[in-house]
Each structure stands twice: as structure tokens, then as C-alpha cells.
């Protein structure tokens, strides 16, 4: 593990987000080690956000290795993107952050059920578990 380091994801994360290097893969900025039950408050909180923002009021993270390795809030009204669900924009992000399209060791963790779109993208990221609702897992 390298100290923390500087840049737009770490401030998405807060003082604590650390700079984890997974073997074989990219450097990425993950969060630091939380429990799914915090994955899901996170994705409460994104889903706030969204709704503060005025965008539909959804959030996801995707859970890997006990860290947050992608998160977002719903964009499809403040990026005119009908695509820009949460649970996309999370996965988007986690594959850009791990630098790997396989995600088959993470969680898909939202606050609702996920759309068919969405649970199709998480198909094809072949993320096998998905987390939602309001009620801590
Ligand atoms: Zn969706």
C-alpha cells in the first residue's frame, strides 16, 4: 500500500482515501477498508446528493476487497444522460479505477433495485452479487 497521494478521486473519498496497488493491475484510488453496511450508507449518501443536486434521487458503489473501488450518484438529469444511472456511473468508475473490466470479485451496491440496463451492465462486468434497498445488509 502506497500513502495517500493527491487528485480529483481522493477528494471524492475524503482525507482517508488511500492509493491501493492491486496486483497486476493499475494503481487505483480506492476508499479505505469499510464494511458493506458502510458501502450502503455511502450509497445513501450519493443518492442525497443526487437528490440535493436535483437528479434522481439514486446512489451505487461497487464493494471490493472490503474498500469502495467505484461510486456515483444518479447524472441523468445534470448530464442529460438517460444512461448516467448510478449503478453505470459506479461501475464506470470502478473499472476505470482498478483499470479492469472483470469485476466478478466486487459488489454492486445500491439503493434500490437495480434497472434491467443496470443489472445487465453488471452482467457484462460480471459482478455477481448485488446489494440494495434501505435496509443494512
Ligand atoms: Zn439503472
Known sequence: ????????????????????????????????AVSLAQALQRARALRDEASSAGDQPFGAVVWCGGRIVGEAPS?????????????????????????????????????????????AAAGWARIERLVHGDVPP
Open 75 to 119: 447524472r441523468v438529469v445534470t448530464a442529460g444522460d438517460p444512461t448516467a444511472h448510478a449503478e453505470m456511473e459506479a461501475i464506470r468508475d470502478a473499472a476505470r479505477r482498478l483499470g479492469r473490466r472483470d469485476l466478478s470479485d466486487c459488489v454492486l451496491v445500491s439503493t434500490s433495485r437495480p434497472c434491467r440496463m443496470c443489472e
Open 1 to 32: 500500500m502506497r500513502p495517500a497521494s493527491a487528485g480529483p478521486s481522493r477528494r471524492r473519498f475524503g482525507a482517508a482515501a488511500l492509493s491501493l496497488c492491486w496486483p497486476g493491475f493499475a494503481v487505483a484510488e480506492v476508499s479505505p
